[in-house]
């Protein structure tokens, strides 16, 4: 039977491959993932009347064969949409495109010799010209008033700002400890002049193991924070915000000098004055600090003024009026889940003066109109990215769009208003319309031309009230090319997070969803508990509670689905990443049902997850406390889905990439070690290179291979004695 398996395998592999080759081209395929464009930046003209994009698409990367590589260029089209777009930028990247106040410039962003720089593109003609060359790169161009200076944002390495005679002159060091044990006042910061010498004095013994960190011999770590999103970093980053004039060979001044992180810069109107968002506390570690606050400070680097800060809160997102007369502003607690409130505050008025504009769900982008009337924002809701506009004296917010869609990028110029839409029948694509998002105009064709030509599975909305008596909202796609009286596999999607949100209106799993519906595939997901875009009660529903309470509301839309009487309850399968991977494995642990499961860069335990990964804040904001205390210990222990291994017996196939350092890759390998100890069927697929945003933003042949290899691995159970396709 063992010489026989070869040969069955071929044949298996045969008539999937023939399969393949016979679907139907105007079924949604796993290569059409290489067509989608997304636009991304939205900037208008000051009148309105034009407006600058990214297009980020992907393309055949000429230096590596069969691989392919994303790019991303400036578009210019006018907003009324009478005229097609036009191509601005060509070759290397170009992002963060910002109008001069004359509109006859833009500035904006790529990189060049690994640092990000800004350029300067002039409608008058001619090629763009670099404006930056700052070592530590420059990003976030911002106009003033006049069109005379700049904005940017610089990341800058604590080592380098230690040292760099311009920046720092007098040679200050942090007022917070660098933590580094042994040593106070942060001595060990200044430069050692001894000679490296490993068998030398002690000060030369320093200086020779000081050399092995600068030749990347070693890394010493001695900052809470030092996991990355791919690596792990022994040096702390700061932000700095610089003013630069608007003439090429310019020298950038430091108006945040010092060892705080700023950002987020913007003018006033007159001119002379910034706001900004930074670190609160001068005075603590910025890797322990998770307080900000928001600051005033003038052209010339005097009058430091902070507007907004408190103990225990952040407050961050300042967004200027037009007038200059009011200050927008997110603020929330800083160490809890929480939805951040919006805030408004007179710019020359007193922190007493703040208003709260009520708003039960998170909010991004804030644009003010015109007339100081209106903040404009977009906020995830109900399954849509929603287009919301606020009455400042009313203190009321309109939404202006329907939670069917999901809005992206906007912005809002003498009420012409222009946005990134995602749909069911479309991916991605830029409209116009008016300031109340009426008379919408398709301005693009990124997608529309290619997908109108695929036919798409429908999502259906339903509803059911969980055992907290929330009200639970999940969607049921039906296979594409659906049979009445037919039964089809079934499979469960399941989201991260845990307070992401699905919807019609969220891109992320457009052309999951669609592909997995082209195969035969029913395709459910939910909103369980925990999850956002319902307010802050839903939200925090899952506190202490990260599996059973989720679980059974992710299970309840699978059990309403099969009782629509067309899923194959023989071929059930389940699928989730991130958060969803903790809970897809949570679920197998407790559950029987599915024939088959996936579960992608998950934490499996909890314990060593706030060791690994970079999340580790999850743990105490959701759990109470750390992994050692007697008071939480038990708790972290029962709500990880590894105390629940030896009840998997559910077929599995667990993904990571190798430099996820978000959950960690140590999390998928205790999962697949256990089950392999307990001999249970269990794949474990690494992708190297590849981080947390594989399925996102990732490698374009590691995210069909990961879809590719999660449908065959369905195949392989779902399939069982049924006639091959």
């Known amino acids: 039977m063992n010489k026989q398996l070869p040969a069955v395998l071929l044949l298996w592999l045969a008539s999937f491959s023939w399969a393949w080759a016979q679907q139907p081209q105007n079924l949604v395929q796993v290569t059409d993932l290489l067509k989608i464009k997304q636009v991304g930046t939205v900037a208008l003209a000051p009148d309105g009347r034009q407006v600058v994009y990214t297009v980020t698409a992907i393309e055949p990367d000429p230096e590596k064969k069969n691989d392919y590589r994303y790019t991303t260029q400036l578009h210019l089209q006018p907003s ?104 106070f006042q942060n001595e060990n910061l200044r430069t050692n002049p001894a000679k490296p010498n490993p068998d030398g004095t002690l000060a030369e013994i320093r200086g020779y193991l000081d050399q092995n960190e600068k030749d990347n011999k070693a890394k010493v770590i001695n900052q809470l924070r030092f996991q990355e999103e791919s690596t792990t970093s022994s040096n702390l980053n700061l932000s700095h915000i610089f003013l630069i004039d608007a003439k090429p060979g310019a020298t950038p001044k430091d108006l945040t000098a010092g060892f705080v992180s700023s950002s987020n810069a913007s003018f006033l109107p ?31 680097g005097t009058g430091l003024k902070q507007l907004l800060g408190k103990k225990g809160m952040s407050y961050s997102g300042s967004t200027v009026s037009p007038s200059g007369k009011w200050l927008a502003f997110q603020y929330s607690p800083s160490n809890r889940v929480a939805i951040p409130a919006l805030g408004l505050v007179p710019v020359n008025g007193s922190p007493t003066e703040m208003v709260t504009i009520a708003h039960d769900r998170n909010k991004g982008n804030l644009t003010w109109s015109d007339n100081d009337k209106y903040l404009y924002f977009n906020s995830p809701s109900n399954g849509g990215i929603l287009l919301n506009r606020a009455d400042v004296q009313k203190r009321k ?23 990134a839409l995602t749909e069911v029948a479309n991916p991605n694509e830029l409209y116009a319309a008016t300031a109340e998002a009426k008379k919408p ?74 592909y997995f519906a082209s195969r035969g595939y029913g395709v459910v997901y939910a909103n369980p508990r925990g999850s956002g875009g319902y307010g802050e009660e839903f939200m925090r529903a899952n506190i202490k509670d990260w599996g059973a309470g989720p679980a059974s509301d992710v299970l309840t839309a699978l059990d309403q689905t099969v009782a629509q009487g067309w899923a194959d309850t023989a071929r059930l399968a389940i699928t989730g990443g991130s958060y969803g991977g903790y809970l897809v494995s949570w679920i197998l642990g407790h559950d029987k049902r599915f024939k088959a499961a996936c579960s992608q860069r998950g934490v499996y335990d909890l314990s060593t997850f706030f060791g690994e ?17 007697e008071a939480h210990k038990g708790l972290i222990q029962s709500e990880s889905p590894l105390t629940y291994v030896q009840h998997i017996t559910t077929p599995l196939i667990i993904f990571h990439g190798e430099n996820d350092l978000r959950t960690g890759v140590i999390q998928s390998e205790m999962l697949y070690k256990s089950l392999k100890v307990l001999n249970r069927p269990v794949e474990y697929v690494r992708h190297p290179g590849a981080t947390h945003e594989i399925t996102r933003t990732g490698n374009n042949r590691q995210r069909i291979d990961q879809m590719l290899r999660t449908y065959e691995f369905f195949e392989r159970y779902l399939q069982q004695n049924k006639e091959i396709r």
């Open 80 to 183: 009324s949409g009478n005229e097609p777009a036009r191509q601005l930028t060509y070759g290397s990247n170009a992002s963060q495109p910002a109008w001069s106040p004359d509109a006859k410039q833009l500035a904006f962003v790529r990189v060049v010799d690994g640092k990000p720089q800004i350029f300067l593109l002039s409608f008058a003609g001619g090629e763009p010209v670099q404006l930056t060359r700052f070592k530590y790169g420059a990003s976030q161009p911002v106009w003033s008033p006049n069109g005379q200076q700049l904005l940017f944002t610089s990341g800058i390495a604590l080592n380098e700002l230690l040292s760099d005679s311009t920046l720092n002159p007098g040679r200050e060091l942090p007022k917070w400890s660098y933590e580094k044990p042994g040593f």
């Open 397 to 419: 917010v309109e939404p202006l769009t329907e939670v069917t869609k999901g809005i992206g990028a906007f912005d809002l110029k003498k009420n012409q208003l222009v946005y």
């Open 613 to 629: 990964g970079n999340a580790w804040r999850l743990v105490p904001n959701y759990f109470g406390g750390y992994p050692w205390e």
């Open 270 to 300: 007159n001119g002379r004055q910034i706001i900004f968002d930074a670190d609160a506390d001068a005075a603590e570690n910025p890797t322990r600090s998770q307080e900000s606050a928001i600051y005033l400070v003038n052209t010339d």
């Open 441 to 514: 105009v398709r301005l693009t064709s990124l997608n529309h031309d290619w997908v109108s030509q695929k036919k798409l599975s429908q999502p259906v909305k339903h509803t059911f009230t969980n055992t907290k008596g929330q009200t639970v909202e999940y969607w049921v796609m039906k296979p594409t090319n659906y049979v009445e009286g037919q039964k089809y596999p079934l499979l469960l999607e399941i989201h991260g997070g845990p307070t992401a949100m699905w919807g019609p209106g969220e891109s992320s799993m457009w052309h999951e969803y669609q």
